[in-house]
């Protein structure tokens, strides 16, 4: 993926922004959100279907036959993505004083969050094992050294490693998936770009890329695949510039 292709994509939306149609912004971040929590928290097994997390986050009903658990797991995550959103507006750089306020958003009324763990943990199925408690607090520590301290020289690279290496680390007991796709977009948007969802539907490819990045520090193909979900979000946005366009000429 060019990342100079993406950046003037980047640049592109930014001259162009201002100009569309309030109606048609709002009601694609909306749409945008409620499928980027849905799949965020499918991804890590909430059954929740795109329609009953609708329902829950837009008419503020529950939904019968479905845990409790799951019920926050959506509600906390859109919370968390509105206080990502508040931070950027308000400038403030990506640190941990954030990340673990956006777990303690995560985890309400399910477990205590914004602590790290002091247990060991297992992936299933993967080759990785996450650190133990000493060196896992060593390496979350140099993790934030390293996000003051890292050049930026490509923003899509910088997103996926802040995943991809905080996930690795996977230094709270649970919601470590979540809180690494909320800090991804942080990156993201912080530097302009727009956020993005990973289907739950290409969940196996997105496991995938995370395993190499664990195990052989490749971050290439997870660097590739947010490129090419930024880029079509880009393009959204500039397609709905055309359309404009065209409308009024149409118009004329």
């Known amino acids: 993926m060019d990342y100079k292709v993406i950046l ?21 971040a909306q749409q945008f959100e409620l499928q980027y929590t849905h799949n965020s928290t499918a991804i890590e097994g909430n059954t929740l279907t795109l329609l009953e997390t609708k329902v829950v986050l837009e008419e503020g009903l529950s939904v019968g ?19 990502v959103k508040d931070c950027i507006a308000e400038k403030k750089p990506l640190d941990e004083h954030i990340i673990k306020d956006l777990h303690a958003i995560l985890m309400e009324n399910i477990m205590i969050g914004g602590i790290y763990r002091n247990v060991d943990v297992y992936i299933s199925g993967a080759s990785h094992t996450p650190p133990s408690p000493n060196e896992m607090y060593r390496q979350v520590k140099a993790f934030y050294m390293d996000l003051q ?4 020289e490509n923003v899509i690279e ?8 905080f996930v ?16 991804m977009n942080y990156q993201l948007m912080a530097h302009g770009f727009l956020p993005i969802s990973i289907a739950k539907e290409n969940r196996l490819e997105y496991f995938n ?3 190499a990045y664990a195990v052989e520090r490749d971050i290439k193909p997870f660097s590739n695949m ?3 979900l930024e ?3 880009l393009d959204r946005y500039l397609g709905m510039a055309i359309s404009q366009e065209q409308t009024q000429q149409q118009q004329l």
């Open 158 to 165: 910088l997103a996926a490693w802040t995943h991809a290496e």
């Open 209 to 211: 890329v995370l395993e």
């Open 65 to 83: 036959g479905k845990k409790l658990r799951e019920i926050y797991e959506v509600i906390n995550h859109n919370k968390a993505y509105q206080y």
């Open 8 to 28: 003037q994509k980047r640049d592109d939306y930014e001259q162009i922004k201002d100009s569309l149609p309030e109606i048609t912004v709002k009601s694609y």
């Open 231 to 233: 880029e079509e979000q």
């Open 168 to 183: 690795r680390i996977h230094p709270f007991a649970d919601g470590n998936g979540r809180t690494s796709r909320l800090i």
């Open 226 to 228: 947010i490129a090419s």
């Open 149 to 152: 301290d890292r050049a930026i």
